[in-house]
Nanobody, 120 residues
Framework: QVQLVESGGGLVQAGGSLRLSCAAS????????MGWFRQAPGKEREFVAA????????NYADSVKGRFTISRDNAKNTVYLQMNNLRPEDTAVYYC?????????????WGQGTQVTVSS
């Protein structure tokens, strides 16, 4: 199992930016594609973005394309999510996980997530 610790969330005004981090431990980080997901109150968890094992592949949900950027640093076992031009509808708890590329099926237990709140 991989242990996942998300951080970097907070309260921001619409149009603002945040950078989320996810530190992973427990297995060889570079062996896995990584994804970000989010869950808003009363809604199911949804896919946000994913990055391939060495960072050459990226995929985004339509709702965040052009505003969010996923990246990773395999030397630091960390994946990032740069979020720009935030909107109130981006308010959610954000989680990372190891993923199967394409299906976005996750392999590991969820971490505690990090809360992002965007005020209008």
């Amino acid at each position: 199992q991989v242990q996942l610790v998300e951080s970097g969330g907070g309260l921001v005004q619409a149009g603002g930016s945040l950078r989320l981090s996810c530190a992973a431990s427990g297995r060889t980080f570079s062996n896995y594609a990584m994804g970000w997901f989010r869950q808003a109150p009363g809604k199911e968890r949804e896919f946000v973005a994913a990055i391939g094992r060495i960072g050459g592949l990226r995929n985004y949900a339509d709702s965040v394309k052009g505003r969010f950027t996923i990246s990773r640093d395999n030397a630091k076992n960390t994946v990032y999510l740069q979020m720009n031009n935030l909107r109130p509808e981006d308010t959610a708890v954000y989680y990372c996980n190891t993923v199967n590329w394409g299906s976005w099926t996750v392999y590991d237990y969820w971490g505690q997530g990090t809360q992002v709140t965007v005020s209008s």
